[in-house]
C-alpha cells in the first residue's frame, strides 16, 4: 500500500466523532482494484483501512478488509462498520 499511497492512488478522509467519552478522530483509506499479492496473476481486491485515534493522537483501533465491493466515500463507511461488526468478541 506504500507505493500506492506515494502515487496518490489510495483516497483518504477523516471524521471526529465523540463517543460519550471522549473525541475520537477516524481516519479512512481506500483504493480500488489493487493486486492481493506481488504477482502478474494476483486477484485484484478493493481494500479500506481505519485508524481510530483519541486527542492525544494514541492508536485506538486500526484494521483493513479486502472486498470484492467498489468503495467510494459514500459506502466506505458502511463497509468499514459491517467489517468490525463481523469480528465482535461474542462471548
Known sequence: MADFTRTGEVRTFEKSRWNGKQRLTESYRYINQVP????DDALLVN???????????ELVYRNAWATSHAIDEDNVLQIVASGRARWENRE
Open 36 to 39: 492481493l499479492r506481488d504477482s
Open 47 to 57: 481494500w479500506c483501512e481505519v485508524t481510530i485515534t483519541n486527542a492525544k493522537q
